[in-house]
């Protein structure tokens, strides 16, 4: 990553941190729940969802201070996944960047009820940000669509029926809900609060959804090298078919951030810095 | 039960149930996702909550109508902290209502992630509601502090911490997140609709944490008598001190009742039936 992109990505980060810690409940919520809640939010994601929506809304001219609680409540409803994701009945994970998953340090009743209180909370942040009811109206819907049934909860339904017999298209589907929608939302309500039109916002969309499914093909061709065993995009239409689709969307979403009338300098650099090496 | 609480009650339950059937997410939803949502939801809930929604909203000269959304999406939030409090690393109960629990049908990871589903799909059902903005927002806050981490969560990870060395004040503040503030969110929403104003909603408040907490006493009590091992309020101070505090509590809902400005003859005969024999 140049220079550049890094420094922003470390001091939104720092943003974010910051507001986590301020946001994250505290009057009335047991210090039982709130230790694995904390445990979660701050065991060393990279914050791309957040940042991305920050960047999204400062690049088309919006004040991206009024989308930081938003971009706070939609971290912690991407922490809350990985809570879930990892307990004993879905993929059984003892660690998450190098540290013990939550269930390992607090037990499975805590992370689940962590995982729900997470997701909670976050509507509750929506619900009460300094912005005009209509912006925390739509965020809501936005952040209720993009994690609900038919968007991230309904992708890790599918993604639990992946085997070998599946095709491409279902993976691609699968990573649609699972992954590519939070991203989609990410930077849909970072335009939101800038105020974009109708115009913009289809093509924000467009964009958060390639963007999306080139982080999860890249993501699957990094397992499919490291020889892993679980069945993915690379596994199911080959590495050759997965790199050549990998640059198909990244071309889509180059070709997508030209056309959104905004500073798209950030997002050039961050997608050169994620997929530039399967150019 | 008088016949006319009995009339209002059925009728109630079969407007809500259709609003619900209507209310369910189809539209690119995994069917294997759908299947336990639509078990949960439509396996023999009485439909308490909602109802009383409805209610406080017509008695204080609302259109329940309007409330009708909100009224589901609260029951969508109760039905989903059912299915996680069966989950086997919480109460592991096989049976709810004479009926195999949702994990027991469909699996742990179904029944988590119909939960979360549910949970996620009710406040998009706020947020897309047919109303004004200002009470979509006012009803989600409504909603996530009642149901999350200094609410209904909160209320779940103290129960898990019921033993018989804590006291009976203990075992109220339990009773109060865990159950008393969805009933109080109940009303409260019901109150907002029909456009109470601040004074009105102190009242209703207070008569939904009484109403709540008579509402897990009768149940310790009816527990108690039935000599089953959990520990719980008639338990930490013996039956004749919970029931005179029943009464008491009681006392207090009716006197509520009285000023709140209402037309209170359903909930008069509500308490009738559900608290009447501890008189």
Redesign the interface.
Known sequence: MTVEAHEVIARRSREIDAELARTL?T????E???AP?EYAIFSGGKRLRPIMMLEMCAGLGGDERQALPFACALEMVHT?SLI?DD?P??DNDDYRRGKPTVHRVF????A??A???L???A??I???ARA???L??EV??E???A????GM??G???D??LSPDRDGDFVLTTHR?KTAAMFSAAVRIGALVAGANEAVLGLVSRFGDMFGLCYQIRDDLLDFTKARERFNYARAVGANEARSMLREFCDTAYGLLRVIPMNESFFLKLMEELFGGYD
């Open positions: 409940p009057d009335g919520v047991p039982q729940l709130r809640m809350y879930h307990l009945c879905m037990g499975e009743a805590l689940v009820l995982g729900d209180a997701l909670t909370h509507f509750w929506v619900a009460s005009t009811e209509r925390r109206v809501a819907q952040l209720a669509r994690s609900g049934p038919a909860v309904g890790q339904v599918l639990m029926q809900m």
